[in-house]
């Protein structure tokens, strides 16, 4: 069972005891992965001077790259986890959809599923209710999928067009109104704005 870090999610399930990508679509350039992206260290740690022309020009803020910020593609945990994972992956598998990676990590994970096209509270409540846990499943898998497409972005200066598509359903999922209160008051505002922000880079 993986470890997961969601501050305020955490402290609110504390009594659970768990410590827990024509067919891509161009954004500015056509794709160009460089070396300096495969080395061990820019696995785990992102970084806007090493980023593609095209996320520079799109990941302009700051918490793209935090290693800690809990919204950021990278920030999180399942995040980390999954971009690592993507650019070791993608090394013996170029021209495959980053789907195919995602659901190889959350089987390996062994997350339960959900419908991950699905953005409505009612209709994602019934797997909610199945667990106290629930919540943290569904948004560690919502953070892999967010930063497998940011990682794709950052690493090839495109993005899978499906998978795109499944990003930004991911981002409005988290940004259900019972899914943010999950956060606090204190940073509930913040996550959302930063949310928005990401979901208009994919929307471009």
Not at 122 to 127: D, G, N, S
Not at 141 to 152: L, M, P, R, S, V
Request: proline share 4%; aromatic share 12%; with cysteine.
């Amino acid at each position: 069972m993986r470890q997961h870090f969601f501050p305020v999610i955490i402290l609110l399930f504390c009594a659970c005891n768990h410590n827990e990508q024509h067919s891509q679509k161009k954004i500015i350039h056509n794709a160009d992965t460089s070396k300096q992206h495969l080395d061990s260290v820019e696995n785990k740690y992102p970084s806007f001077k090493k980023a593609h022309i095209n996320a520079k020009a799109l990941m302009i803020e700051d918490f793209y790259f935090s290693p800690i910020d809990e919204t950021a593609p990278f920030g999180n945990d399942d995040g980390s986890d999954a971009y690592a994972g993507f650019v070791t992956w993608r090394q013996t598998n170029k021209n495959a959809k980053p789907k195919e990676y995602f659901d190889e990590s959350l089987e390996r994970w062994g997350y339960p599923k959900f419908d991950i096209y699905e953005t409505g509270y009612k209709q994602l409540l019934p797997f909610l209710k199945q667990n106290k846990m629930a919540i943290i499943y569904m948004t560690g898998t919502d953070a892999a999928i967010i930063a497998i497409a940011f990682g794709q972005l950052y690493l090839e200066g495109v993005i899978d067009k499906e998978f795109n598509e499944l990003a930004k359903t991911a981002i409005k999922r988290e940004m259900i109104p019972e899914l943010l209160t999950q956060w606090g008051e204190n940073y509930k505002k913040e996550r959302e704005e930063k949310l928005k922000k990401m979901l208009a880079v994919l929307s471009i």
